[in-house]
């Protein structure tokens, strides 16, 4: 077997692991599990750091389980979380668990006939026929709760860190049920191995322990091992994953493919080089090469049009790239020739994230003049001279050209008959749209 470990370690997805966890690895094609709740109907890029390491999995040749957490769902994880959170209704928690069996199947085949072929299961299939009391005599026995509090996102929450509120029954139990997970898994599918982001580490470290508690004497199938990756953060120290507009989705309805595209394009230079190696499965020889060109000109963003590109590829699909490209272009280009041409759908596309007011064609029927476009009819500017000094000072741009406050916007100026594009300095733009 090639050495998954060692790939994931240059590629920063590596964080932890229990002994014997490479060597088993090494030894033979193993069954491995990363668990996913269903707190929405789709997943955002955070996720997709566990999908990557599954896919590494299955080009390791080892056999991937994706889970979806129909039960665990239910209860809500606490790990990472100061307040309790919110349950979810049974109809709402279904939606969500297909939406993310749809998101796992596009990176997953799910119907491949091969012996290590991944396999895509719902906890709520093994646990919904499970009784309390059968829970709490066959798997609550085997677990002390000294052992339980041991673990950090109880004690947190306990100890009132970081304004937390305590903890319910509920969300204590949560790690049972997890660990629950792998032994079924264990017991079904011969599954060995836990995956999961640094936070999951004492919920994984408890499925372990059950497998070894609930298969004490017999040491070939009590074999349970854990790996995890890295909470990724960017260069600053921020939380990687938001966007101006919230959350980066991997589905089109929730994160437009441009909006996408524009935030690997975005990354920082230090990001970037990190970014690719997580994000990408370029090898090691065609990273440590484009890492090396963009360090003799990172204003060309060698590195971001990589990554950008790598991963429409992954998420979207080539024919959305060459869009993103064109729009980007376009966008970013001195003249308006071709964001003129473009489709309704391809301009608010591109003009999502960027605060846009919506005006009446009354206000046109004798001109718009800069200030009122500025401040009064939309407060892109907190004031008329707020306005005026920035047009003074050169500093706004109409349709990327340079206007003075004279300027009257008539119905010529409409991009695609109804969009505006303001510009002052080099990064705020606004849009109007005129309805």
Avoid at 59 to 83: Q, Y
Avoid at 336 to 353: A, Q, R, T, Y
Avoid at 406 to 419: G, K, M, P, S
Wanted: proline share 2%; charged share 25%.
């Amino acid at each position: 077997m090639k050495n998954l470990v060692e790939e994931l370690r240059w590629r920063g997805l590596f964080h932890d692991m229990m002994p014997g966890t490479e060597e088993q690895l090494l030894k033979e094609a193993t069954t491995a599990y990363i668990g996913f709740d269903p707190t929405a109907d789709s997943l955002h890029i955070g996720s997709l750091v566990q999908i990557i390491l599954l896919m590494h999995l299955r080009r390791f040749g080892h056999k991937a389980i994706a889970l979806v957490g129909g039960a665990t769902g239910m209860i809500g994880d606490p790990s990472g979380k100061s307040n309790e959170r919110n349950l979810l209704d049974e109809a709402t928690l279904n939606h969500n668990v297909n939406g993310i069996k749809g998101v796992l199947s596009r990176f997953l085949d799910f119907d491949a006939k091969d012996e290590n072929a991944p396999i895509l299961v719902n906890n709520y299939d093994w646990m919904k026929d499970f009784s309390f009391i059968d829970f709490a005599r066959d798997v609550g026995k085997r677990i002390t709760v000294n052992y339980m509090m041991s673990k950090d996102s109880v004690k947190k929450r306990l100890s009132g860190d970081d304004g937390a509120e305590g903890m319910s029954f509920t969300e204590f139990t949560y790690q049972l049920i997890q660990g629950y997970d792998f032994y079924h898994l264990n017991k079904e599918y011969n599954c060995l191995l836990q995956m999961g982001g640094s936070d999951q580490w004492g919920n994984i470290t408890t499925g372990t322990e059950l497998v070894r508690r609930m298969n004490v004497g017999n040491d070939e199938v009590s074999k349970a091992y854990a790996l995890t990756t890295p909470l990724i953060t960017k260069a600053d120290g921020s939380k990687f994953g938001k966007s101006e507009g919230g959350n980066v989705w991997l589905d089109a309805d929730k994160t437009t493919p441009y909006t996408f595209y524009q935030f690997w394009l975005n990354a920082t230079d230090a990001d970037a080089e990190k970014y690719i190696k997580i994000f990408t499965f370029l090898d090691q020889e065609t990273v440590e090469k484009l890492i090396a060109e963009h360090n003799e000109a990172p204003h060309v963003r060698v590195l971001q049009k990589r990554l950008a590109e790598e991963l429409m590829l992954l998420v979207h699909s080539p024919e959305e790239l060459d869009r993103a490209v064109f729009a980007s272009n376009a966008f970013f280009s001195k003249d308006m020739s071709e964001l003129i041409n473009m489709s309704e759908v391809d301009l608010l596309n591109i003009f999502k994230g960027i605060p846009m007011v919506e005006i009446s064609k009354s206000d046109f029927e004798e001109g718009l003049d800069m200030v009122a476009a500025l401040a009064t009819k939309t407060n892109f500017l907190a004031s008329n001279s707020d306005a005026r000094r920035e047009l003074k000072q050169n500093s706004v741009s109409l349709n990327k050209t340079k206007v003075k406050e004279d300027r009257v916007i008539t119905n010529e100026d409409l991009i695609n008959n109804q969009f505006l594009l303001l510009q002052k300095g080099k990064k705020n733009y606004y849009v109007i749209r005129v309805v």
